[in-house]
């Protein structure tokens, strides 16, 4: 028996990547009449989410591509930018810093999600939905280019080093986490051909990410009721070639023993370029 077979599981629908024959795209926003249409289509699969925490102490970035960590925050309210801002971003930085021996970090982007049941992801004034097909939110190409777009002139020398985009996403309701939990995948049951890059079309610009093809080797886990203090590490590129985990397919599903009465998710995700000497 190996040791994915001791832990307590649930079964769950995950969206991987359709058959197409054209590249797939899809928006950052809402698109117009004017816009060719999305191509990404879904292929439902029903796969075993296992629970990691048996097995949190043996789990890391450069092996899984994934950690659960205890990070307590002085943030009050998750919902105010300038608060998350001047307070959650100093935070991180040191925290990431210290989890990864970083000599740098610098955090691009962050964004909330509160699930409205019915309501569509990017639709005009709501909150963000949780994303709900499997995806990684860059590629060998598009980590290093976030880079060039956001260091400037120092760019390049960063780059002579090693370089990780590395998130950090946490729910930030008052009570353990049911709804929409967020599923990860071990990235050494990733095969070569499993993740294919796809168009993120902005409104000034394309960026690319991975959509992620159906394997059965493909192995799934989450954290049941995570807390407001507890944090996921999620590995999302990586410059260094020597690992396993250079790329994490993740997504949201729906937990087939979540209660009804259980509050919508709400969760919070930092965005962030991690920095090593050459």
């Not at 190996?2 to 197409?20: F, H, K, M, Q």
């Not at 097909?133 to 080093?161: F, I, K, Y």
Request: proline fraction near 9%.
């Amino acid at each position: 028996m190996s040791d994915i077979d001791r832990l307590p599981y649930v079964e769950a629908e995950l969206n991987y990547l359709g058959a197409t024959t054209v590249r797939p795209r899809y928006y950052a926003y809402e698109p117009t009449a004017n816009d060719p249409p999305s191509v990404m289509p879904y292929e439902p699969h029903q796969m075993q989410i296992h629970d990691l925490r048996p097995i949190q102490g043996e789990l890391g970035l450069d092996v899984q591509g994934f950690a659960l960590v205890e990070q307590r925050s002085a943030v009050r309210d998750f919902w105010d930018d300038e608060e998350v801002r001047h307070v959650y971003y100093p935070e991180a930085e040191r925290f990431i810093a210290e989890h990864t021996g970083a000599s740098r970090v610098f955090i691009f982007d962050h964004l909330q999600r509160r699930r409205v049941p019915g309501v569509q992801d990017r639709s005009r004034g709501g909150p963000r939905q949780p994303a709900t097909r499997v995806h990684v939110d860059h590629t060998d190409r598009s980590g290093p280019q976030r880079v060039r777009d956001l260091m400037g002139d120092e760019a390049e020398e960063l780059l002579r080093g090693r370089v990780q985009v590395i998130n950090l996403w946490r729910p930030i309701l008052d009570e353990p986490l049911r709804d929409a939990p967020l599923a990860v995948c071990d990235s050494r049951t990733l095969g070569a051909n499993d993740l294919v890059p796809s168009d993120l079309v902005y409104r000034d610009r394309v960026g690319e990410t991975y959509s992620v093809k159906y394997n059965p080797a493909h192995q799934w886990y989450y954290a049941p009721q995570m807390r407001r203090d507890e944090a996921l590490l999620l590995k999302i590129a990586d410059t260094r070639t020597d690992i396993s985990a250079r790329f994490m397919p993740h997504t949201s599903f729906t937990d087939p023993t979540t209660p009804p009465d259980a509050r919508p998710r709400e969760s919070i995700e930092l965005r962030t370029l991690v920095f090593h000497p050459a």
